[in-house]
């Protein structure tokens, strides 16, 4: 495969998804053009994110959404354009969004078979001071197409289709599995195509990171205070592990894929279901890991066997290289 090969053979999202789709036989498409719309929805939010300073968007929308967070115009922008782009897909019937307390319930003559969960920009604290923020979404197939109602998209992770983000950072990147492994995509602005740049990624085993916002230290539970303490100051005389927190889970997920490492966010005393939501941030995340080969754990047990009650519920969180979550889960096991 020469250099040339690759500027010509350009390998983008839309084809990528092609060859996947021309494994199912079956498949009409569908998936293509949904995936052809949440990209589109990633382009306009990647290019209003980088005007964001310029254009005015920086600051308070005035609103708070049902999280209780105050909305940042990009926040409220984000949403209209993705809510939009997956409406006019033709493709969807159920929508949640982070930034909506109610689920969007397709009209009929607009509905499709998929049900797609989604945080429109993910790291929200991040985007006056200009550090890397994001979309998450997942998508789930509908079983059945007659009324759809809230007990079709409260489906355990494990049933999801696809999953993936972009991250606004640097460069823009989508990272999406649809089932078969990890792949990342690199957007070229000259081109309007996100282009095949991280071909079937694979977490490292182990790693030498954590990620966790130390400031809730006084608020954790004992687990997490002795695998923490580990990371600092080992028992079995490894060298201690470094400490990389960004506060845009995106950012500290896709650094943990790429380097290795273990990204946790657990239950402390003032939310005893940790902060981060299972719908469209545990499971899409939890999704990539276990494809990525690593692996994601609640304190409880496995991630994507969670069965959401609510479109907004919270829960802890331990994600990353296989061996690191499994020396979490020893410690919680320890503690049962
Ligand atoms: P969002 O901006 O979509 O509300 O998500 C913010 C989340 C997540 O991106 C990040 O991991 C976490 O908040 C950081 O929380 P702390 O500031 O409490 O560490
Ligand atoms: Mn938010
Ligand atoms: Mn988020
Ligand atoms: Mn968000």
């Given at each position: 495969?020469?250099?040339?090969?690759?500027?010509?053979?350009?390998?983008?999202?839309?084809?990528?998804?092609?060859?996947?789709?021309?494994?199912?036989?079956?498949?009409?498409?569908d998936?293509?053009?949904?995936?052809?719309?949440?990209?589109?929805g990633c382009?306009?939010?990647?290019?209003?994110?980088n005007?964001?300073?310029?254009a005015?968007l920086?600051?308070?929308?005035?609103?708070?959404?049902?999280?209780?967070?105050?909305?940042?115009k990009?926040?409220?922008?984000?949403?209209?354009?993705?809510?939009?782009?997956?409406?006019?897909?033709?493709?969807?019937?159920?929508?949640?969004?982070?930034?909506?307390?109610?689920?969007?319930?397709?009209?009929?003559?607009?509905?499709?078979?998929?049900?797609?969960?989604?945080?429109?920009?993910?790291?929200?604290?991040?985007?006056?001071?200009?550090?890397?923020?994001?979309?998450?979404?997942?998508?789930?197939?509908?079983?059945?197409?007659?009324?759809?109602?809230?007990?079709?998209?409260?489906q355990?992770?494990?049933n999801?289709?696809a999953?993936?983000?972009?991250?606004?950072?640097?460069?823009?990147t989508l990272v999406?599995?649809?089932g078969n492994?990890?792949?990342?995509?690199?957007?070229?602005?000259?081109?309007?195509e996100?282009?095949l740049?991280?071909?079937?990624?694979?977490?490292?085993?182990?790693?030498?990171?954590y990620?966790?916002n130390?400031?809730?230290a006084?608020?954790?539970?004992?687990?997490?205070?002795?695998?923490?303490?580990?990371?600092?100051?080992?028992?079995?005389?490894?060298?201690?592990?470094s400490?990389?927190?960004?506060?845009?889970?995106?950012?500290?997920?896709?650094?943990?894929?790429?380097?290795?490492?273990?990204?946790?966010?657990?239950a402390?005393?003032?939310?005893?279901?940790?902060?981060?939501?299972?719908?469209?941030?545990?499971?899409?995340?939890?999704?990539?890991?276990?494809?990525?080969?690593?692996?994601?754990?609640?304190?409880?047990?496995?991630?994507?066997?969670?069965?959401?009650?609510k479109?907004?519920?919270?829960?802890?969180?331990?994600?990353g290289?296989?061996d690191?979550?499994?020396e979490?889960?020893?410690?919680?096991?320890?503690?049962?």
């Amino acid at each position: 495969h020469s250099a040339d090969a690759h500027r010509t053979d350009l390998m983008t999202i839309t084809r990528f998804v092609l060859n996947e789709q021309s494994k199912h036989p079956e498949s009409r498409g569908d998936f293509t053009i949904l995936l052809s719309h949440i990209v589109l929805g990633c382009k306009f939010v990647c290019s209003a994110v980088n005007k964001a300073g310029l254009a005015k968007l920086i600051g308070l929308a005035g609103e708070t959404n049902v999280q209780g967070e105050e909305q940042k115009k990009l926040d409220v922008l984000s949403n209209e354009v993705f809510i939009k782009a997956l409406v006019s897909s033709g493709r969807t019937c159920i929508l949640v969004s982070e930034e909506d307390e109610e689920a969007t319930f397709v009209e009929p003559s607009k509905r499709g078979k998929y049900a797609v969960v989604f945080d429109p920009l993910d790291g929200s604290s991040n985007i006056d001071c200009g550090v890397s923020i994001g979309t998450i979404f997942g998508i789930y197939v509908l079983k059945h197409l007659q009324e759809p109602t809230l007990d079709d998209v409260l489906q355990p992770g494990k049933n999801m289709l696809a999953a993936g983000y972009c991250m606004y950072g640097s460069s823009c990147t989508l990272v999406l599995s649809t089932g078969n492994g990890v792949n990342g995509f690199t957007l070229d602005p000259s081109l309007g195509e996100f282009i095949l740049t991280h071909p079937d990624i694979k977490i490292p085993r182990k790693g030498k990171i954590y990620s966790v916002n130390e400031g809730n230290a006084k608020n954790w539970d004992s687990p997490t205070a002795k695998y923490v303490e580990n990371c600092k100051f080992p028992k079995d005389g490894s060298s201690p592990k470094s400490l990389r927190y960004i506060g845009s889970m995106v950012a500290d997920v896709h650094r943990t894929l790429l380097y290795g490492g273990v990204f946790l966010y657990p239950a402390d005393k003032k939310s005893p279901n940790g902060k981060l939501r299972v719908l469209y941030e545990v499971f899409p995340m939890s999704f990539l890991m276990e494809q990525a080969g690593g692996q994601s754990f609640t304190g409880k047990g496995r991630a994507l066997d969670l069965v959401p009650k609510k479109i907004h519920e919270r829960s802890p969180i331990f994600l990353g290289s296989y061996d690191d979550v499994e020396e979490i889960k020893g410690l919680y096991a320890a503690e049962e």
